[in-house]
């Protein structure tokens, strides 16, 4: 028999075989897809618990009502019914939102309250009546209201701020300052200041500016959520600076002079201040109060004022001599 032969029965043979193959594996595909089929419907046929998570809301609120802290936007509830009724509720979102009237769930003192029991009576009609709630879970049930009540409070900043060394915090500022909060009266009774959330920063060598959330208030609004916070960090410098000596308490008819008249300060400040820097805007004083019992010893120097922006300031000398003189 030629090649050719010989190829004809090959290609006839291994066609034929492949097709009982296909139709086996065909008809094996048919009866898992059968016994896949009756066994995910005696499984959706078993009871099962899940937790389905079912949208919250504050309805029909009047106009002149402010709404400042709402319901949770959800509440867990866990039911237990069958798997069929399980996947509508889960896959096809067939529980509807819960739906609560103002006028029937607001109390007194600007506070509204709604029950576990009120949302399982809520959620028994719209679930299948096979289904039972096994329990509720939410944040808190409650909600805050006014009819306008509001007050501007300042703001604080709530962390810790450390430089590098040779470096030091010139100035810290918030911005905006203050701001306005509404909430009911007893909520105000005892809410003094609105403080950032807690935020630390170290190891600064330069000037910062950071966006900062607000702590939340238990039953209030604020009128926004975050504030800025401006650090500003200077290098520290050393100079030295000769200032005059200036006494006070000195009795009409009598002068008090010091010796030297002017004293040196050592002072340590950032390197932009130091250029303005002047030595009349520190007041190093000799108090005649503060007179030595024995006129032998000298007379203690303080300084009483100094510019902002110093750091540290001390005095080179921190007693003089002195010379008392009658007019």
């Not at 996947?87 to 506070?111: A, D, I, Q, T």
């Not at 009819?147 to 040779?166: C, E, F, M, V």
């Not at 003094?192 to 959330?197: K, N």
């Not at 500003?232 to 006070?248: A, G, R």
Request: aromatic share 10%; glycine share 4%.
């Amino acid at each position: 028999m030629d090649s050719i032969g010989w190829q004809y029965r090959y290609n006839n043979i291994k066609d034929f075989l492949f097709a009982m193959v296909n139709k086996e594996f065909l008809v094996f595909l048919f009866f898992l897809a059968v016994s896949t089929s009756f066994w995910f419907l005696s499984t959706l046929n078993e009871t099962y618990e899940t937790d389905i998570d079912v949208e919250m809301e504050v309805t029909e609120v009047p106009e002149n009502v402010i709404i400042t802290e709402e319901l949770p936007k959800t509440v867990k509830i866990t039911v237990k019914d069958k798997g069929f009724n399980l996947l509508n509720y889960l896959w096809f979102n067939e529980v509807k939102p819960l739906h609560f009237e103002f006028r029937l769930y607001s109390g007194k003192g600007g506070r509204g309250q709604v029950t576990v029991s009120d949302i399982q009576k809520m959620m028994q009609h719209r679930l299948s009546e096979t289904a039972s709630i096994i329990s509720v879970k939410a944040d808190h049930l409650d909600f805050f209201y006014n009819h306008g009540g509001k007050r501007k409070l300042p703001i604080a900043y709530d962390g810790r701020i450390s430089t590098k060394a040779n470096f030091y915090i010139a100035r810290t500022s918030l911005s905006p300052d203050s701001i306005v909060v509404f909430a009911p009266e007893e909520v105000f009774d005892t809410l003094r200041v609105i403080t950032t959330e807690r935020v630390d920063f170290t190891d600064l060598a330069e000037s910062t500016t950071q966006s900062l959330r607000l702590q939340n208030v238990r039953g209030a609004k604020l009128a926004k959520n975050d504030v800025k916070l401006n650090v500003i960090i200077d290098q520290l410098t050393e100079m030295t600076i000769s200032v005059p000596v200036k006494t006070k308490n000195v009795p009409e008819g009598i002068s008090l002079k010091t010796f030297p008249a002017r004293v040196e300060l050592r002072v340590a400040v950032g390197v932009k201040r130091s250029a303005s820097l002047k030595p009349e805007l520190f007041n190093v004083v000799a108090d005649y109060n503060n007179l030595p019992g024995d006129p032998t010893e000298k007379i203690p120097l303080v300084i009483q004022t100094q510019p902002k922006g110093i750091v540290k300031a001390t005095l080179k000398v921190d007693k003089v001599d002195y010379l008392i003189e009658k007019n």
